[in-house]
């Protein structure tokens, strides 16, 4: 037979690959840039089926600014939406935490927004956006073009790919760029917990006895969503028990017992059966998150401890550098391969990416070690920043 007959062969200027929210956000701001027609951008993303996903993420202040440009906040309904008015920190000793208080900036901190809630909005803003729903299986670049061969035997030939596949990004691995991987030993399980008190909507991050973790609060005044990170021989154990629940909220009980904070298991939420869920936490390093005609972004070219609840803010801000050097090159007429579009979106993006990593890194390794004097120095470090106005570098590295 022909080949022809075999696959489909188009065109778009610009690929967008990934079906996430950072990939979503990317496909976005490139229709609403005014820079390409609706027939010059596609997506690809696999067709996944639905399913009730109730996690959330912390957007901080930069991140709603964008998500308020695209007109997406305007959107969502009072429930999907918590404001964050107070961070906490707690050390190993739960004494003396970090707080960031939004009455010392006159403004709210961040918010905490539905994931699958975030991610249908965008997609209706763009479903007039060419989509292809399959798997990159191949690709190949010469001096004009790349070509994606998708797994419905079409291909597409495009002068630039934005790769948003996640952290175990194919495209990335088919493009053969370097990856640096960290293995933590530690699984992150998430799920939903009732706390005594109102959360008064205040985030906290507290390096207990098994882990680090992150508790956001959520619509209800007295529900919260945790992220707790656990090494993987303790997580089994865990996860093996017939109630896992009960056991966290009997180790946070034992943490929060000197400010009488209290936790216990949910069984629904939204009528819908409360199920944890977990993950490993091994973590990447991009350390040249481009090549020819290709750039990385969102997990693909990092991916971060949810300790410091940075991942995906981490991944708008590589949408919005990625845009510029788009626009920026294209000003002066210049090919959408060409390399002052990497240089640039290079040397905007590696510094605050790596920067946050150094500082999870530090937070994670630091507080999880089985030396008491390590932990004891970084105790005692977060009581002596916690009086003076230098804590403040964390929330300006946390609003980057």
Not at 75 to 87: A, E, G, M, P
Not at 167 to 196: D, P, V, Y
Not at 277 to 306: E, F, K, Q
Request: with cysteine; charged share 25%; net charge positive.
């Amino acid at each position: 037979m022909d080949i022809k007959d075999l696959s489909q062969e188009n065109f778009h200027k610009i690929c967008v690959v990934g079906g996430g929210i950072t990939g979503a956000v990317m496909v976005l701001l490139l229709k609403n840039s005014n820079m390409f027609k609706l027939s010059d951008i596609a997506w690809i993303k696999p067709n996944l089926k639905s399913k009730n996903d109730f996690r959330t993420t912390f957007y901080n202040k930069t991140s709603l600014e964008l998500l308020k440009k695209l007109n997406v906040l305007k959107v969502l309904k009072k429930n999907d939406y918590t404001s964050v008015k107070k961070i906490k920190v707690f050390g190993s000793n739960n004494s003396s935490p970090l707080e960031w208080d939004s009455c010392d900036t006159k403004r709210e901190l961040g918010a905490i927004i539905k994931n699958d809630i975030v991610l249908s909005i965008v997609e209706d803003l763009v479903k007039d956006v060419k989509q292809y729903n399959s798997f990159v299986t191949n690709t190949k670049c010469n001096k004009f073009e790349r070509t994606l061969y998708l797994d419905n035997k079409t291909f597409i030939n495009s002068h630039l790919v934005l790769s948003a596949d996640g952290k175990s990004s194919n495209l990335r691995k088919l493009l053969s760029i370097s990856t640096i991987n960290k293995k933590t030993k530690h699984i992150a399980i998430s799920g939903f917990l009732k706390q005594s008190k109102n959360h008064n909507s205040t985030a906290i991050q507290a390096f207990t006895n098994i882990g680090p973790i992150g508790i956001l609060p959520y619509e209800n005044k007295n529900l919260v969503n945790f992220v707790q990170s656990i090494q993987e021989s303790e997580c089994k154990k865990i996860l093996s028990k017939e109630n896992p629940e009960n056991f966290i909220c009997e180790e946070l009980n034992k943490f929060f017992s000197q400010i009488n904070l209290n936790f216990s298991p949910v069984k629904k939420i939204n009528k819908i059966e409360n199920k944890l869920s977990y993950w490993d936490l091994d973590l990447n390093l991009i350390l040249n998150p481009t090549s020819s005609r290709a750039i990385l972004i969102g997990d693909a070219a990092h991916s971060i401890h949810p300790l410091a609840g940075q991942g995906l803010n981490l991944s708008l801000g590589d949408c919005v550098t990625a845009l510029t050097a788009i626009r920026n090159c294209l000003k002066i007429g210049n090919d959408l391969g060409d390399e002052e579009i990497f240089e640039f979106y290079k040397r905007e993006r590696l510094p605050k990416n790596i920067s946050m990593t150094a500082f999870t890194d530090l937070m994670f390794f630091g507080f999880t070690s089985t030396s008491n004097k390590t932990q004891s120095l970084l105790t005692k470090g977060m009581e002596n920043l916690n009086q003076t106005n230098l804590k403040n570098i964390f929330r300006d590295l946390a609003s980057i």
